[in-house]
């Protein structure tokens, strides 16, 4: 067997199931789960129609370069959302969800015959940045995800934190914006700042950019290709985005989203994706041109993230440090007495709600863990569920604020 399997950690919501596996919660709550980060909205009519019409297309084996019609969908959308324009035949690569790109990305970039070949992610951090750095051969790097009052949402990443010996060395870095769990969208300062160290060192910048349409405000986020034009940087070089349907079109069970950027980096990683087999299915190609070419069911649906922000966040405030993000789904809400996953069990046990510990994101390093003492609530449910949730977090706050 490949050793490198030796080095992946349970991921967290093993370790959370192993953790609660004992805990029977009192029947007369029902269950609310707001651990995992699932869209729970409706899937788009036209989305459901578009693959039931696609169904012809199963009879052929897919490009794994996509189909010229679903690329060039995603070159408009681009257009319209970043004011970028990108050649659809070069820079735009369908891919069949974000999750399995950023994975693949890792083992097309990272040349494991260099000396300590290094890849940097924030922490706490989407767990499959993790996995992809060491199954690639490379060590992993930390910049910790902490709390910023001059930062827009209140948290940023301390990119200054990695020591310059370690950006010499490092292939690859991993950005999530919006964040994810913290919701921080990256600026155009700190673009700029990573921009002039890729430069500097050579790595590649794999921008996860998957809860992009969710926000507050009328400003929706920056993103990276937007940042690389406004800064000259029109060829994208060692800039590739990452984004996903899931959330932006409430198709998780779909599997699609696409990468574009770069287009020397992406003929490298097409010729990979060439031999791993990873083609997006034809009906999957004809929903993603529907779902790609509608803004409509985007804006229903972020309008029902905003009402559940609006309803849960001033609720929860009155008993956890908690605000809410830029953007994204997620509350990163700091717990009284300091143990998450105390609270989280605890929290299970009487009430029957459901939270991701945040030590469960994070990493040690150098004695502390970004993420302890926090839990992430994935508001997915619907708004009267996530109200209820909160009400039952609120009671539950105030008997550990209150208890002798």
């Known amino acids: 067997m490949n050793p490198r399997l030796a080095l992946l950690r349970t991921y967290p919501f093993e370790r959370l199931r192993t953790m609660t596996a004992g805990i029977v919660p009192p029947a007369a709550y029902r269950a609310i789960n707001l651990g995992i980060g699932e869209p729970r909205h409706a899937t788009p009519e036209l989305v459901k129609q578009a693959l039931i019409d696609g169904l012809a297309g199963l009879a052929s084996y897919p490009p794994t370069a996509g189909e010229p019609a679903l690329r060039e969908a995603i070159a408009a959308w681009i257009g319209r959302r970043y004011d970028v324009a990108v050649d659809p035949k070069t820079q735009v690569l369908p891919v069949n969800g974000s999750r399995e790109a950023l994975f693949a990305f ?28 060491l199954l690639a051969g490379a060590r992993i790097e930390f910049a910790p995800i902490e709390p910023d009052p001059t930062a827009r949402g209140g948290f940023r990443a301390r990119w200054e934190e990695i020591p310059a010996e370690v950006w010499r060395r490092t292939q690859l870095l991993y950005l999530c914006s919006p964040g994810n769990p913290a919701g921080e969208v990256a600026s155009l ?18 921008s996860d950019e998957c809860y992009s349409e969710i926000y507050a405000g009328d400003e929706p986020p920056l993103g990276s290709l937007e940042a690389a034009r406004r800064l000259g940087r029109a060829d994208f070089r060692r800039v590739v985005s990452f984004t996903s349907l899931s959330k932006r079109s409430n198709v998780p069970g779909m599997r699609s989203g696409f ?19 990873s083609a997006m299915a034809p009906p999957v190609q004809r929903a993603s041109i529907a779902a790609w070419s509608d803004e409509a069911h985007v804006a229903a ?49 009487q009430y029957n709600v459901t939270v991701l510990p945040g030590s469960l ?24 569920e996530c109200v209820e949730a909160a009400e039952r977090i609120v009671d539950f706050a105030r008997t550990r604020v209150c208890a002798p």
């Open 301 to 349: 649906n972020r309008a029902l993230y905003r009402a559940k922000f609006e309803r849960v966040t001033p609720m929860l405030a009155a008993v956890l440090d908690v605000r809410a993000p830029e953007a994204g789904f997620y509350l990163w809400a700091k717990v009284p007495g300091g143990d998450d996953v105390e609270f989280a069990l605890g929290l299970l046990a």
């Open 189 to 206: 300062a700190e673009w700029r700042t990573l921009f002039a160290l890729s430069d500097e060192h050579g790595f590649v910048i794999a």
């Open 361 to 384: 994101l994070g990493r040690d390093v150098r004695g502390s863990n970004p993420g302890a003492g926090r839990i992430r609530l994935a508001l997915v449910a619907g708004v009267d």
């Open 106 to 133: 890792a083992q097309t970039v990272v040349d494991a015959t260099r000396a300590e070949p290094t890849v940097v992610c924030p922490n706490p951090f989407y767990q499959i940045y993790e996995g992809a750095a």
């Open 259 to 277: 990468v574009a950027g770069d287009a020397d980096v992406l003929a490298q990683f097409l010729r990979y994706r060439t031999y791993h087999g």
